[in-house]
Each structure stands twice: as structure tokens, then as C-alpha cells.
């Protein structure tokens, strides 16, 4: 029997097992691959993110000159990006593995029973695996955790190539973390949801252009993002010269919470981690991991702790009442922020990137205590145009109830 089993090798499920063993925990992972299979997205993060947690030498790029382009301006973000050296993440914490007793399997979990004071799991071979606690990492699909369904899930959708192209795509060396110009679209396309690109230098004359949908209901295809990529680039006069890799990305930005009184806790996707308006997770995992796995190793040292209180425990790390309140506060940014039009949309970029750089930096890391977030929302009402006010006021009337919750909860 373990004391915790972690399901998924995903970068949650992993960094949580690494970070379960370091608290001498008996852990066993499941998942249909190995922990060392490489992870194939391409994942961004802040570099003050890392440097708060002395992680800095998990980059493998970093970037001075940020900007945002919104319609006839270009916002200087004055605050460095960074892309995460995976390999090295991943094989900083399949090391951490190695050295503490963590025990991998190949398998996927079917179901969960409670036995007693514990948890088993059936996997798809029907295998049965004991576990004190057990811990579903497995994405925004998970295997095991239950939530609420919501028929209205927006997601983030993003086509992007890495590759060379006939001149350089953006600035050499610079990041353009939004680009929401749409110059290059028929009045028509303008009416359509807006998209922006998300592109980087590489190095090398190397460089990675993304089209992205922040969020949508339904998801937007891949075969318009890929069309709108490729219109944008040849607006520019750039064609592409070679495709190195091709990133396709959806996910839901507004999976409701899990239930929090289930005897499984969630890490990652899995537990509604991802910023609901802006779609990064990775520092969340980094700051919130060992915090998780700290609570969970405390409650087992009580011998006689059944699977649902451990949980109990694990989610209330996880999702403390201050935190929860923060996400309705996010969801309804996000309301608002799908409800845009073009032009509002890039009115409110130009606002909330002139905001003081801790608090939409903070906004975006999730970093703020709520009356910080309050007052930088404020503040963001102040400076925005009246089209975006408006937009705001007739959010509060249509989604009330987001900004109730982060008031009465
Ligand atoms: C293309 C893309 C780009 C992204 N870019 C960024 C970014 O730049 N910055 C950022 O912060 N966030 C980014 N995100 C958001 C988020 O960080 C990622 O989605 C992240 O991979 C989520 O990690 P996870 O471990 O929770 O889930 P996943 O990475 O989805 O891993 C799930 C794991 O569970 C396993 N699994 C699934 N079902 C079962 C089962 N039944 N039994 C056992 N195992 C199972 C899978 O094999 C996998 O190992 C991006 C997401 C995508 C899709």
C-alpha cells in the first residue's frame, strides 16, 4: 500500500510525486507512459515567478524586451519573460524521484472505491492499487475527479509554428506576448472573434509565431487560427521557410472547481489550476506543490486518518477560502473579456498593460491578496475607455453572481 498515489505524469502529476517523496512519503504513480516521456507543449512563465522560488536556472530562454502591440500602440512591458527549460524541469524531479520512495507503473486509473480508511484505485487492467490518499493529476479531462458540468466551457486555442521564415516574423529578440492588431482582416473578419499573436525569437533565426484564441465558446478551430496566422504573416511580408514543430493547443479556461468534499484530491488542470483569464498554470504548480504536499504529509502522520479526511486537508491547501474568492473574481474578468468586441478588446489591453507592473503582473500570477486585486481592478476601471466601462457595467448585471461569490463566500 502507498501513502499517496498520484495519477498522471504530466507536469502536475510528476512535480507533485517529486515533491510527496521529498516529504519521505511512500508515492506511487500511474500513468499510461513513463514519468521521463517528454512533455510536448511549450511552456511560458514570468521570470520573476522563478526567480521568487530561486528556480532561474529552469529557463531556457529569457527575454528583456516584451511587449504587447494593441491597435497604433506598442506597451513596453518592462517585466522579463522566459520560456521553461522542460527537459531540465523534468529531469530535475524524475531525480528527485529516483533518490526518495517513489515507485512508477505503467497503467491508466479506471475508478476509485473507498476500502475502509483508503483508497483503491482499479486500473484499465484491473489491477488494484491501495493508496491512503490518492491524487488525480490528470488534466482537464481527469479520470477520477468529479466536478459540476458546465455547457458553456470557454477554451484557450492557439496554432503556432517554430521554424524560419523569409525575415524575421517580430523584432529580433524581442517577445511579443500579445499582438491584437487586425489591420491585416477584412472589415468582415474583424466581427469575428478577435485572436492575437503570441510570438518569440528563438535565436538562431529561429522564431515561434502563435495565433491564439484567449478564450471562446465554442473553441475556435485550428484550421481558422492556422488561416489567421498565416494571413497575419503574409500581411507582414513573411512567409514561413521552414516548419520545425507545430504547437496545437486547447484546454478549458473555466472548468468549474472541483467538488472540494471528494475523498480524491486534483493537482494541476485536474484541480481548475489554470488562470481562468490568462491560461498559465506553471507557477501556480511551482508555488503551490510543495505546499500541497507539505499538508498532505502532516495529515498522515495522524495513523488512524482515513482517505476523506486526508483530502479534506489536501483541498483545503489547495483551494483556501482567500483563493477561492480570487477565482471568482478571474472568471468574471474572463466573462468580461469574451463579451469584448475587437475595439474594446483592444482598448482594455491598453489599459490594464498601463496598470503599475505589480498589479497586472500580480493580476496575471495571481499574486495579489483579494483587496490588492480589488483595487487593481478598480483602477483599471478608472483608466479604461468608456466602451470598455460600459462593457464592465453590463458584465456586473449579466454575471453578478461570479462577483458575489467573491464577496460572500
Ligand atoms: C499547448 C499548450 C500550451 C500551454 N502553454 C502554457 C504555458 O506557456 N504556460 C503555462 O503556465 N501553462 C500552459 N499551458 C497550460 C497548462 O500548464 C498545461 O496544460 C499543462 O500541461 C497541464 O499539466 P497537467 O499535468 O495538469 O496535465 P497534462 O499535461 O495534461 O498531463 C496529464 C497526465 O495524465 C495522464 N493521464 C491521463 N488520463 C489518465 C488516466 N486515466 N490514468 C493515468 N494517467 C492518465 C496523461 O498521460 C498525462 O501524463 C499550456 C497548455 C497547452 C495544451
Not at 1 to 22: E, K, R, Y
Not at 246 to 259: A, K, R
Not at 351 to 370: I, V
Request: include cysteine.
Amino acid at each position: 500500500m502507498f501513502d499517496v498515489l498520484v495519477i498522471g505524469a504530466g507536469p502536475a502529476g510528476l512535480s507533485l510525486a517529486a515533491a510527496l517523496g521529498q516529504q519521505g512519503l511512500a508515492v506511487g504513480g500511474l500513468s499510461p507512459a513513463g514519468p521521463a516521456t517528454p512533455w510536448q507543449n511549450t511552456y511560458g512563465i514570468w521570470v520573476d515567478e522563478l526567480e521568487d522560488l530561486g528556480l532561474t536556472q529552469f529557463l531556457s530562454h529569457r527575454w528583456k524586451d516584451c511587449v504587447v502591440h494593441v491597435r497604433h500602440k506598442t506597451l513596453p512591458l518592462c517585466r522579463d519573460y522566459g520560456l521553461l527549460a522542460k527537459e531540465q524541469l523534468q529531469a530535475h524531479w524524475l531525480a528527485q524521484v529516483e533518490t526518495s520512495q517513489v515507485k512508477w507503473q505503467p497503467g491508466t486509473a479506471d475508478r476509485i472505491d473507498q476500502v475502509g480508511s483508503y483508497s483503491q484505485v482499479t486500473t484499465g487492467n484491473g489491477e488494484q492499487l491501495l493508496a491512503r490518499l490518492v491524487v488525480d493529476a490528470t488534466g482537464h479531462r481527469p479520470a477520477l475527479i468529479r466536478r459540476s458540468p458546465n455547457p458553456h466551457l470557454a477554451f484557450q486555442a492557439a496554432y503556432g509554428i517554430i521554424g524560419r521564415f523569409s525575415k524575421p516574423p517580430i523584432a529580433p529578440e524581442q517577445m511579443v506576448l500579445m499582438d491584437y492588431r487586425d489591420d491585416h482582416l477584412s472589415p468582415a473578419e474583424q466581427h469575428h472573434p478577435p485572436t492575437f499573436l503570441y510570438a518569440m525569437d528563438l535565436g538562431d533565426e529561429v522564431y515561434f509565431v502563435e495565433e491564439t484564441s484567449l478564450a471562446h465558446h465554442p473553441a475556435l478551430s485550428m484550421e481558422i487560427l492556422k488561416q489567421r496566422l498565416y494571413q497575419r504573416l503574409n500581411h507582414s511580408g513573411v512567409e514561413v521557410a521552414e516548419i520545425h514543430h507545430v504547437e496545437q493547443c486547447l484546454f478549458p479556461m473555466n472548468l468549474p472547481l472541483p467538488d472540494l468534499s471528494q475523498p480524491v484530491v486534483g493537482f494541476g488542470s485536474a484541480a481548475s489550476m489554470v488562470h481562468p483569464a490568462s491560461g498559465y498554470m506553471f507557477g501556480a504548480l511551482l508555488r503551490r506543490g510543495p505546499v500541497l504536499a507539505q499538508a498532505i504529509a502532516q495529515s498522515l502522520d495522524t495513523a488512524s486518518i482515513t482517505s476523506a479526511e486526508v483530502a479534506e486537508v489536501a483541498w483545503q491547501a489547495l483551494w483556501p477560502k482567500a483563493r477561492l474568492r480570487k477565482h471568482y473574481l478571474y472568471l468574471f474578468g474572463l466573462e468580461n473579456l469574451m463579451a469584448f468586441d475587437s475595439t474594446q478588446l483592444n482598448r482594455f489591453f491598453e489599459a490594464f498593460f498601463q496598470l503599475e507592473t505589480d498589479d497586472w503582473a500580480g493580476f496575471l500570477a495571481d499574486a495579489l491578496s483579494l483587496p490588492e486585486l480589488i483595487q487593481a481592478m478598480l483602477g483599471l476601471f478608472s483608466r479604461a475607455s468608456n466602451d470598455v466601462r460600459w462593457g464592465l457595467m453590463r458584465s456586473v448585471a449579466s454575471h453578478g453572481a461570479l462577483l458575489q461569490r467573491s464577496f460572500t463566500l
